[in-house]
């Protein structure tokens, strides 16, 4: 295998598996390299216990906190990357998150770009990824060249209703956008058959839409396209003027190998590409590749968000759950005139996983309790928006894996959707009727381990003062090296980033189509 390239892509995932399916068909010569395997698919793809409990499939990766605590992080080193375990929610940002927005806690910075510029990418990502969805139903949504390429997943009977409720009450519900390779009209011919094991699950059919399904094995059918899997890169060398990578060093299966392209895109994740860039400093870099400014592994956001599900005395016998949203708190209400978030419903709760997210209490309760909890539970997630701040940051530890230092901030608007939430449940006909007495809930907000809405860190701007990359991704300080995950975001808005991250994948392999002739 010849080791020069036309492009060389660092991981596989929302990022760099789009590029390289945007970059497949033009015969150019392209490498992935990929930190994981194949993921196994196996019964236990399936298996709450192994999933949740187990951790079966939790890369076991070392980060350090700001306290330098070692804790393991919820990532997933395989192809596809975290798309693998993804909900499969893609969402677009909102039109009025591309400018600045004044929060509670501070100022969301205006993107170098306007949504308008990556509409049509949009667009594409929601083709390639086989979004259905329904326009017209959630009035903050962004205007659209077209409509959603496959109708929305239907509500299953207690979700409808929950649906009919929000409308009674004056709400805009819509169907939430959802990659999966769904066919309700033709069942018999359908990848997808809405099980009960798609959020935070691997799909064991190949039916969600994920960066491995969707994007590289497609593209791998390409002689052009190579795949290696296995391949930790370790850290990017550059010629004497530090302008070019000339060197992708990884290790593959335990020997140190190295690779050269013309081009050279990082897309291993907001923590492990700042993380790589820093490990990359040389004497033309001394504070880490491409890190003149000094912004590289800054602005880490990864999204405020809350979990919580309400205990209804009716049976809510829903498998695939996450269809529904609600937008109507985005950009605040008259109380609170601030920008809140997005809500939507998570993945059907099962015994198994309230074990895995809540041990301390959840072992003191028998499992026949927790099933019954699982049974009538209806299972909520917000999100708001955490703000960039340069302090909140990915840095080298001591043994070169992540230090991810980071305060949460902004974190008013949480309170306040759920407060919203919470005091409608009254009105959604679950109480007092279909409530436990004095409503019981189960809540859980995210912690920093819980990384997979993770963004920033190599921020894109105009100025190479506070920022890293141009806006075509690019660094500013370095003409061949690219970065195309969800690092380049200057803010993150309330909702999924997986879909941006897409769209700007195929925005960034049209420029370097045009760059490389």
């Not at 196994?40 to 700001?66: C, K, L, Q």
């Amino acid at each position: 295998m010849a080791d020069h390239y036309d492009v060389v892509i660092v991981g596989s995932g929302a990022g760099g598996g789009t590029l390289a399916h945007r970059l497949a068909p033009s015969g150019k010569r392209v490498l992935v390299l990929e930190r994981g395997d194949w993921l196994p698919r196996e019964i236990e793809n399936w298996d709450a216990t192994a999933v949740f409990v187990d951790n079966r499939y939790v890369s076991p990766d070392t980060w350090y906190d700001g306290a330098g605590t070692p804790f393991q992080p919820q990532v997933h080193y395989v192809v596809g990357g975290a798309t693998k375990f993804y909900g499969a929610a893609l969402y677009r940002l909102r039109e009025q998150d591309f400018g600045e927005l004044h929060h509670h806690g501070g100022l969301s910075p205006a993107w170098p770009i306007g949504y308008d510029e990556l509409e049509p990418y949009y667009t594409q990502a929601e083709s390639l990824y086989q979004v259905h969805g329904a326009r017209g139903e959630d009035p903050t949504e962004p205007p659209a060249s077209a409509g959603y390429p496959y109708p929305p997943v239907s509500h299953e009977p207690r979700i409808q209703r929950l649906f009919d409720d929000l409308t009674a009450i004056g709400l805009h519900p819509f169907h939430s956008p959802s990659g999966v390779q769904l066919d309700e009209a033709n069942p018999a011919f359908s990848r997808c058959i809405r099980c009960g094991t798609c959020d935070g699950f691997a799909c064991l059919l190949h039916a969600k839409s994920d960066a491995d399904v969707v994007a590289v094995r497609p593209a791998i059918e390409h002689p052009n396209v190579t795949l290696v899997r296995n391949a930790e890169v370790r850290r990017l060398e550059t010629d004497a003027s530090g302008r070019t990578v000339t060197d992708v060093v990884a290790v593959v299966d335990g020997e140190e190998r190295r690779f050269s392209g013309d081009v050279v895109v990082v897309s291993a994740g907001a923590a492990n590409s700042a993380r790589l860039l820093l490990a990359s400093a040389n004497d033309r870099h001394p504070r880490g590749l491409a890190n003149g400014s000094d912004q590289v592994g800054r602005n880490y956001m990864f999204h405020n968000s809350r979990a919580f599900l309400a205990i209804s005395l009716e049976r809510n016998d829903t498998r695939f759950q996450k269809t529904l949203g609600l937008n109507d708190y985005y950009f605040g209400d008259d109380a609170f005139p601030y920008p809140m978030g997005n809500v939507q419903m998570v993945g059907k709760s099962s015994a198994p996983m309230y074990r895995g997210e809540k041990p301390v209490e959840a072992r003191l309760a028998p499992l026949f309790a927790l099933q019954d909890v699982a049974e009538h539970a209806v299972d909520f997630w917000l999100s708001t928006e955490d703000l960039p701040d340069p302090d909140n940051r990915v840095t080298l530890a001591p043994d070169g894996h992540v230090a991810l230092s980071y305060t949460p901030n902004n974190r008013q608007p949480l309170d306040e959707l759920y407060r919203r939430v919470k005091d409608n449940l009254g009105h959604l006909g679950m109480h007092p009727h279909h409530l436990v007495p004095r409503d019981v809930y189960m809540k859980n907000d995210i912690p920093v381990a819980g990384c997979a809405h993770q963004a920033g860190t190599v921020r894109f701007g105009t100025d190479p003062t506070t920022s890293v990359l141009d806006t075509d991704c690019r660094a500013h300080e370095v003409d061949n090296l690219y970065v195309v995950d969800t690092s380049f975001f200057p803010s993150i808005g309330a909702v999924n980033p997986a879909l941006t991250a897409m769209a700007n994948a195929l925005r960034v392999g049209d420029h370097l189509l045009a760059r490389l002739g």
